[in-house]
């Protein structure tokens, strides 16, 4: 963890700007232009018009900060225009939604294929979202330590295959090995990457490998259960060794991606291959559900379109109906 003891000394004038690096709940450390960390509370209201968000500010956003008082806590007093943000609901009839990060240039999603299984509805959810919010995405499949053998082997590459053929980058690494950490650094570099992903899957472990130094509590997967225990409780940016290393945002794991904000007609947008195809759909305000001469049905029989997607494709859709049933009110 970061050291969190703040001195403002009269170097800093106020008021004055910054970029907040981590959320605690309760409070925002900002990382002011001259280097120097504060903690700060929020003062006006902040909110993204038409969403209701847990949380206002996010990492990540580049803020105004007033002085602080005698108890040396200043005020966040003005959000400037964030470039784009990844937002996510808990579950789909959650009212709230919350920023996970903003203004960045990458979000990754860590997934693993083993302890726990990331499902594919949740990576599609996450893709997706990345697609309507306009940030780019890439997957990281983390414990490829605990693949063994030729099945596994094949495993791993069709599962590579299928999301790096739509076109998003896959980058296999052991966080415990150090198997992949090279690359994923090379990608890294240069810029300000959030990494989100289930409990578990191994997020604060990757920091910790990628940040000499570091030592970010990371926990135990329940035997029960084959899921993390929720160890990281808040969001914290970090910055990477070396020259323009870039930084990288450590977040709480998540259950569940529920999409915020999406329209039914949108939903095939998100999905870039099912995209592709559905100019050749007879109508065009085909929902690729049922409607003859639907390419992406026809694609999917043809395996062309992988099976898991088209599922993703079909919750979400599932979900908005469900969602407009219930703000309807029956
Ligand atoms: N075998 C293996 N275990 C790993 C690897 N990376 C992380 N782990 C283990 O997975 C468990 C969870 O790691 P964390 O880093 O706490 O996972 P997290 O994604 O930060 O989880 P939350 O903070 O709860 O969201 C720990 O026991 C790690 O030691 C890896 O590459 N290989
Ligand atoms: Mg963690
Ligand atoms: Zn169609």
Same mark, same amino acid.
């Given at each position: 963890m970061q050291n969190t003891d703040i001195s403002i000394t009269e170097e800093t004038s106020f008021p004055t700007g910054g970029r907040v690096i981590r959320n605690t709940g309760s409070h925002y450390v900002v990382k002011l232009e001259n280097g120097k960390e504060i903690t700060c509370k929020i003062k006006g209201n902040f909110r993204i018009k038409g969403i209701r968000t847990t949380n206002p500010v996010s990492v990540g956003d580049i803020v105004g900060v007033s002085a602080p008082g005698p108890d040396g806590v200043a005020f966040i007093n003005e959000i400037l225009p964030r470039t784009n943000y990844i937002i996510r609901r808990s579950s789909n009839l959650s009212k709230e939604a919350h920023i996970i990060a903003s203004n960045v240039d990458l979000a990754a999603l860590v997934v693993t294929l083993v302890h726990p299984q990331t499902a594919t509805t949740f990576i599609d959810r996450f893709l997706a979202t990345a697609e309507a919010y306009d940030v780019p995405a890439a997957l990281i499949i983390n414990k490829v330590d605990l693949l063994s053998g030729e099945e596994d082997a094949e495993y791993l590459e069709a599962f590579s295959y299928l999301y790096s053929s739509i076109g998003y980058k896959v980058i296999p690494v052991s966080a415990r090995s150090g198997k992949g950490l090279d690359v994923l650094r090379e990608y890294l570099r240069g810029k300000i990457t959030l990494l989100s992903g289930n409990s578990g899957v191994g997020k604060s472990t990757l920091i910790n490998a990628l940040i000499p130094g570091l030592k970010l509590r990371t926990g135990d997967i329940s035997e029960a259960h084959d899921t993390g225990m929720h160890t990281t409780t808040f969001s914290e940016l970090f910055e990477l060794p070396g020259e323009n290393g870039g930084s990288i945002i450590d977040t709480p794991g998540v259950r569940g991606f529920g999409t915020v904000d999406f329209d039914r007609q949108n939903v095939a947008h998100y999905f870039p291959e099912l995209f592709k195809v559905s100019?050749? *759909?007879?109508? /065009? /305000? *085909?929902?690729?559900? /049922?409607?003859?001469?639907c390419a992406v049905l026809e694609a999917v029989r043809e395996q062309r379109i992988a099976h898991s997607r088209y599922n993703s494709y079909l919750s979400i859709l599932e979900e908005l109906k469900e969602d407009e049933k219930y703000r309807k009110g029956y």
């Open positions: 100019a050749s *759909c007879r109508f /065009n /305000n *085909c929902t690729h559900t /049922n409607e003859p001469g």
